[in-house]
């Protein structure tokens, strides 16, 4: 194919944003497999706890390099390179500066080896969940989101129409959102007593609310459509549901210490928060499945199909969020494996999923290289059926462990009743690694390959590389 003809290059600056994309995506596919690897160990100790038991392989420490592993060194940078990418083509304009994305990108790599090895020889900054980093390696990784933030908005910025694209309000949004979130949770001096109870809900829903989710409902609402070809069912829609995010989501993150010493109004108040979260979920799943209707042919054998997976997971996650914040319902789930499903009905299903979904959509694009369609679904399948398999396991083993701890048997009893569903769990994770390492071979097709392609086609045009 000739250097003119390849879909992903358009402007002069393209191939910056091409190499930028890729980065980006090769980067946070590397912390996946870690991460998730890491996350395997973890599940196969639950059913055979001898397993590694040196101090550098305990449950403890890496518990917290797996939650930040995917966070903050997978989904995170996944995120920024497909929203670099998404503003800068939806803008019709290049990068706003490439050097500002490779600095942002070698600081998130910065940040994850010096947090992941700190947390290995078990230096930790408490046991927050979520910012168990040392404060310096987390005031890192806020550098490098402040630096991202000016690059989106510098992108955006110089778009060509007046109109701000949807995903663009999205994306936009959780950077600022983030800074936020992310300075609330550094600054010390709420980091006592109660006060830290109330900061560190802020903070873990917010991590997920403020900054997974429009990310990820951003790139849904740039690679839908060009998946599909046909615009998204309703722009309105999509505002309504990102003012009512903003509005609700800030406050829910009391829901996760209800019955604690916490003033009672602020728990009420972040039920009744969740329970009014269902306006912007329903409101922007709706909008993606009815953009969906009618469209089977084109979804059949698409990596639509990982949009839809994330969307129903996005609908479905959410609405078992808002049933968990309710007092009744709370004292048989809070602490179980049922949150542990949960997270990952969310982060894998929805987060994850819309992050493959938009790579296999767009990173073709830019490079010019699809992946074989076999490997797309033998990747899709064997994450969809192992996140099924983790998920259920989990949801009915933690239901039982609640019951049973409602009903006051032995403590020892409810451990030896999860033990069928942990072994299901290892199961149903051992499938989603697999899943990851197909990916990870799709990953260097779209990327290596459609790059020297890419390489070749400027050579023989005599354009500088
Ligand atoms: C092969 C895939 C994966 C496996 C086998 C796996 C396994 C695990 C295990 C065993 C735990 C500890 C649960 C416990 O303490 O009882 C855990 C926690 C967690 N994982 Fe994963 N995981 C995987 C992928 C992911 C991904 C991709 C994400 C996010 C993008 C993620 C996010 C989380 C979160 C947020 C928690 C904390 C759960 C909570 O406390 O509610 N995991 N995972």
């Not at 994305?101 to 790599?109: H, M």
Request: charged share 10%; with cysteine; proline share 5%.
């Amino acid at each position: 194919m000739a250097y003119s003809e390849h879909p992903g290059l358009r402007t002069p600056d393209e191939p910056m944003l091409v190499r930028v994309f890729a980065a980006y995506t090769v980067s946070a596919t590397v912390w996946l497999l870690l991460a998730t690897f890491v996350g395997l160990i973890l599940a196969l100790k639950f059913s055979y706890p001898d397993l590694f038991t040196a101090p550098a392989f305990s449950f403890g420490r890496l518990r917290a390099i797996h939650t930040n592993g995917t966070f903050y060194a997978w989904a995170s940078p996944a995120l920024i390179g497909l929203a670099l990418f998404v503003a800068a083509r939806s803008s019709g304009t290049g990068l706003y500066s490439a050097s500002l994305a490779w600095v942002a990108l070698a600081l998130i790599n910065v940040a994850a080896i010096c947090g992941t090895v700190a947390l290995d020889l078990g230096y930790n900054a408490g046991d927050q969940e979520y910012r168990e980093w040392l404060w310096w390696v987390r005031a890192i990784l806020a550098f490098a989101l402040v630096l991202t933030a000016w690059n989106l908005i510098g992108t955006v910025a110089s778009r060509r129409d007046e109109d701000l694209y949807l995903s663009n309000w999205y994306t936009i949004g959780a950077v600022l959102w983030t800074i936020i979130v992310l300075i609330v949770a550094l600054l010390p001096w709420y980091q006592v007593g109660l006060g830290q109870v109330a900061v560190q809900g802020y903070f873990m829903h917010n991590a997920v609310g403020m900054w997974f989710t429009p990310l990820a409902l951003g790139v849904f609402y740039y690679a839908l459509p060009k998946l599909l070809n046909r615009p998204i069912y309703s722009y309105s829609l999509g505002i309504l549901a990102f003012w009512t995010n903003l509005v609700f989501y800030p406050i829910l993150g009391a829901h996760h210490f209800l019955f604690s010493p916490l003033p009672w109004w602020l728990q009420t108040l972040a039920i009744v928060f969740s329970v009014a979260m269902l306006v912007p979920v329903i409101g922007g799943s709706a909008n993606f499945l009815l953009t969906m209707v009618g469209q089977g042919h084109r979804m059949h054998r698409s990596p639509a199909m990982f949009i839809l997976v994330g969307v129903l997971a996005y609908l479905f996650g959410s609405a078992q969020g808002t049933v968990e914040a309710l007092r009744s319902l709370q004292p048989v789930w809070h602490l179980t494996n049922y949150t542990v499903g949960h997270s990952h009905l969310t982060m894998y299903g929805f987060v994850t999923f819309a992050i493959w979904g938009g790579v296999y959509a767009l990173l073709p694009q830019a490079t010019g290289r699809r992946a074989p369609d076999l490997a797309i679904g033998i990747h899709f399948w064997l994450s969809t059926i192992g996140v099924i398999i983790y998920v259920l396991s989990l949801s009915v083993g933690g239901t039982e462990q609640g019951l049973d701890w409602m009903r006051g048997a032995p403590f020892i009893q409810s451990v030896v009743d999860q033990a069928p569903y942990w072994l299901w769990r290892a199961i149903g994770g051992g499938l989603m690694f697999a899943g990851h390492l197909v990916f990870a071979f799709n990953v260097s097709l779209m990327v290596w390959g459609g790059l020297a392609e890419q390489a070749a086609d400027r050579r023989a045009a005599g354009v500088p590389a």
